[in-house]
């Protein structure tokens, strides 16, 4: 008896996505064709398109599922933060170098879809709460550590936390060894700075 679409659903959500994430991270978002993903998972363009509408869709989900991931280690690097009482904004940042350097391939896809999504408003408006669900998620493990700060605070610091992460992993991968020492160097120190403001009521 055949089974149902129920049950194989799963498996072929699961195949697109695995085969899409390998295409995209070694051939680029644009290079990567809904028939290469197809091709990639031995499943028919049908199969594709009865779960997504679009190539676009299909990375929105993909991008969630590598928002997940990230969660899941900030969960586990606050419970460190809690315990050894380390400077959670200095531990946040030194998390994410780690978590970059593991995953560059993914970040080059990551940017490029952000650039394509920029240049279409309606994608970008789209992409905008995935990208929020981050930023709010550090927000809130920043309001839990540093209990002085007000949920705008918390929300200014992660946003600033992301915005030099994003700069800096660029900056690497063009500049190498210089930039992996300035980021080492600068990066905490303003965001120190930036976050004990916040705590003094100076902003």
């Known amino acids: 008896m055949p089974k149902s679409p129920t049950k194989t659903r799963p498996r072929t959500v699961a195949a697109l996505m695995s085969s899409a994430r390998a295409l995209f991270v070694e051939r680029g978002y644009h290079a990567t064709s809904i028939s290469d993903i197809c091709g990639h998972a031995g499943l028919t363009r049908g199969a594709f398109y009865s779960n997504y509408p679009s190539k676009e869709q299909l990375f929105l989900a993909l991008y969630d599922t590598e928002i997940d991931r990230i969660l899941e280690d900030l969960e586990r690097a606050a419970r460190d933060i809690a315990e050894d009482g380390a400077h959670p904004v200095r531990r946040i940042m030194d998390h994410l170098a780690t978590h970059r350097r593991d995953d560059r391939q993914w970040f080059l ?12 408003p309606g994608l970008a408006a789209e992409l905008a709460p995935h990208e929020d669900r981050l930023t709010t998620a550090m927000a809130d493990l920043l309001a839990t550590l540093q209990p002085g700060l007000s949920p705008g605070d918390a929300r200014d610091i992660a946003l600033l936390i992301t915005a030099l992460h994003e700069g800096t992993t660029a900056q690497e991968l063009i500049h190498g060894a210089p930039a992996t020492a300035f980021r080492a160097r600068t990066v905490p120190r303003v965001v120190d700075t930036f976050a004990t403001t916040m705590l003094d009521g100076d902003s």
Not at 109 to 120: D, G, I, K
């Open 109 to 120: 896809v990551s940017m490029e879809f952000t650039l394509h999504a920029a240049r279409n």
